[in-house]
């Protein structure tokens, strides 16, 4: 997602659109990723692991391609949201597996090694997504992410095992999903996060439009300055990993949120 960021402004010249229409190219991504992540659990827990991750990845590929040549910002936002729900796949059960192989401790540990992982991709994304934008134009950006989900389903397809068996599903979804909102702990650890991923991506999404319509920055200039921004995600996912097994879950995500609160 991070490496169309800086194409939106010239997104929205080139589709005669307004900036805050274009944006809805993240807003409804961060919404399709949300309901994504309510499905693919249970989902997963009835046909397998790795027959859903694959049709996720192919989904995400498909609507990536649709994304490079939609005509219409309508038609653009619509592949987004395809886009959205295929890539959400590769979030939740990337964790689900590593929590199927390892369990405690190390699965806390092995979580945030995925974390860190997974934050050197938003890292470097940016800047690719500028230099993209510079070189081959906005719908480069979109198409490279074709590119990258064609690569991860053919790896996935080669490499990946089945982690979990089939069977169960919706009734034990819905029963540890009841015992977690009635949890106080579990209630404020998500009211911090979601306030914090908010803040964030209303940043993100905001921000290409000031430094590149209003600072007069480069696309090449706002990617560096977003990977200079994921630095603390991988920071944090480093942070994390080293203090698993060491420190309290618990304490760790609470002084997790006490940083992003002072900052």
């Known amino acids: 997602m991070h490496l169309v960021?800086?194409?939106?402004?010239?997104?929205?010249?080139?589709l005669h659109v307004s900036a805050g229409t274009i944006q809805l190219t993240i807003t409804l991504y961060l919404i399709g990723l949300a309901i994504g992540?309510?499905?693919?659990?249970?989902?997963?827990?009835?046909?397998?692991?790795?027959?859903?991750?694959?049709?996720?990845?192919?989904?995400?590929?498909?609507?990536?391609?649709?994304?490079?040549?939609?005509?219409?910002?309508?038609?653009?936002?619509?592949?987004?949201?395809?886009?959205?729900?295929?890539g959400c796949a590769g979030l939740v059960l990337g964790r689900a597996m590593v929590r199927d192989a390892v369990s405690g401790d190390r699965a806390a540990a092995q979580l945030a090694l995925l974390t860190l992982v997974m934050s050197l991709a938003p890292a470097a994304a940016p800047v690719?997504?500028?230099?993209?934008?510079?070189w081959f134009g906005w719908r480069a950006a979109f198409g490279l992410l074709a590119v990258v989900g064609a690569v991860t389903t053919a790896?996935?397809?080669?490499?990946?095992?089945?982690?979990?068996?089939?069977?169960?599903?919706?009734?034990?979804?819905?029963?540890?999903?009841?015992?977690?909102?009635?949890?106080?702990?579990?209630?404020g650890y998500?009211?911090?996060?979601?306030?914090?991923?908010?803040?964030?991506?209303?940043?993100?999404?905001?921000?290409?439009?000031?430094f590149i319509d209003r600072l007069h920055r480069t696309p090449q200039q706002v990617g560096v300055l977003y990977m200079l921004l994921m630095v603390g995600?991988?920071?944090?996912?480093?942070?994390?990993?080293?203090?698993?097994g060491r420190v309290p879950a618990a304490r760790i995500l609470l002084g997790a949120?006490?940083?992003?609160?002072v900052a």
């Open 37 to 86: 992540q309510l499905a693919y659990g249970p989902i997963s827990d009835r046909f397998g692991r790795r027959p859903v991750l694959l049709a996720g990845l192919t989904l995400f590929t498909l609507a990536g391609a649709a994304t490079a040549i939609a005509p219409s910002a309508g038609l653009l936002i619509v592949a987004r949201i395809a886009q959205s729900v295929g």
């Open 233 to 244: 995600l991988a920071a944090g996912g480093l942070s994390a990993n080293r203090l698993a």
């Open 5 to 14: 960021i800086p194409a939106l402004p010239a997104t929205a010249a080139a």
């Open 128 to 134: 690719l997504g500028g230099y993209m934008v510079d």
């Open 190 to 210: 998500a009211l911090g996060g979601a306030c914090t991923t908010t803040s964030f991506y209303a940043f993100m999404s905001a921000s290409p439009f000031i």
């Open 257 to 261: 949120n006490l940083i992003a609160i």
């Open 155 to 187: 790896a996935a397809a080669w490499r990946l095992p089945e982690t979990h068996g089939r069977g169960g599903g919706h009734g034990t979804m819905l029963a540890s999903s009841l015992r977690l909102l009635r949890s106080r702990a579990f209630r």
